[in-house]
């Protein structure tokens, strides 16, 4: 995907859905707050070795960083391409994101795509289709 004045053009179909489908099982199962992708094939910059970055907030019990990337990697199997994940808690988000000396979480929400949001009240927010 490469930005152009502000607008996104379309991530590569093959990667586009499986991504699709391993988020949709995700956010059935899981019901997370929020996924978004970022890095290079949103910003327009993949190569060969490019991975896809998720960011994804989720309510759980599991308190480690490697218990939760655990948990929600299966949904992300088997693994057509490289992935790398970050999993939070709604708690850590929020106090990461209104810590304006997190630059590189203000850039994934300023800059990432969000393919998923739920709603607080009223409708879903589900993202683009690539």
């Known amino acids: 995907?490469?930005?152009?004045?502000?607008?996104?053009?379309?991530?590569?179909?093959?990667?586009?859905?499986?991504?699709?489908?391993?988020v949709?099982?995700?956010?059935?199962?899981?019901?997370p707050e929020k996924v978004i992708v970022f890095g290079s094939h949103v910003y327009g910059t993949p190569h060969a070795d490019s991975d896809l970055?998720?960011?994804?907030?989720?309510?759980?019990r599991e308190r480690s960083l490697a218990e939760r990337h655990r948990l929600v990697s299966r949904y992300f199997e088997p693994r057509r391409?490289?992935?790398?994940?970050?999993?939070?808690t709604p708690e850590e988000f929020s106090k990461r994101l209104s810590n304006w000396f997190d630059p590189f979480l203000q850039e994934v929400v300023c800059q990432g795509r969000v393919l998923y949001e739920r709603a607080t009240r009223g409708r879903t927010r589900v993202?683009?289709?690539?």
């Open 53 to 60: 970055d998720l960011l994804i907030v989720l309510s759980t």
């Open 1 to 22: 995907m490469k930005r152009n004045k502000g607008q996104f053009v379309k991530m590569d179909p093959g990667v586009a859905a499986w991504l699709r489908a391993a």
């Open 24 to 31: 949709r099982q995700l956010v059935r199962e899981l019901r």
């Open 81 to 88: 391409y490289p992935l790398d994940l970050i999993v939070l």
């Open 127 to 130: 993202g683009p289709e690539s």
